[in-house]
């Protein structure tokens, strides 16, 4: 009788977990549900970055300027990066500052337009933002890209 209580107790325990986004179905896609994001920094500088992101995903671009969660972190030159959240918790995302550091904190600053998901980026991408620069730092460029889990 216990044996079979701790079984049933077991298998729907499994169950909760599948549904709270730590596995899928059996459609081949097990693991977390999230989003990746790395910032890579290929310049000879630290670049401090401030990214909004929301959990809304056509928020307009200054509602989530003002709104969305911040995220600020400083990567070292030629240094990586990386975080992820739950796919829910982000719908959208843009880099709303990045200021290169070449004298203290002067240099040049950049930005980027919002990423959504479903027409940018899927749950389960891994969005990555290359900062680099010229010789000479007189800007700051970012690239994007977007790749499959």
């Keep these: 009788m216990v044996r079979k209580t701790l079984c049933a107790c077991g298998i729907a325990s499994l169950l909760t977990l599948a549904g709270c986004g730590i ?7 097990l693991g977390p549900q999230e989003v ?4 890579v920094n290929n310049g000879d500088s630290a670049v401090d970055v401030r990214i909004r992101y929301d959990d809304e995903q056509d928020i307009p671009e200054d509602l989530l300027d003002e709104i969305g969660p911040e995220l600020t972190m400083t990567v070292a030159a030629g240094q990586t990066a990386t975080f992820s959240r ?6 959208a995302i843009r880099i709303v500052r990045a200021d290169l550091d070449i004298f203290g904190e002067v240099g040049p600053s950049a930005e980027t337009s919002v990423l959504r998901d479903g027409d940018d980026f899927n749950c389960g991408d891994r969005i990555t933002y290359t900062f680099d620069h010229a010789e000479v730092p007189l800007n700051l460029d970012i690239s994007t890209t977007v790749s499959g889990s």
């Design 23 to 29: 596995g899928r179905t059996i459609s081949g896609r």
């Design 86 to 91: 739950d796919c829910g918790e982000l719908q």
């Design 36 to 39: 990746r994001v790395t910032l």
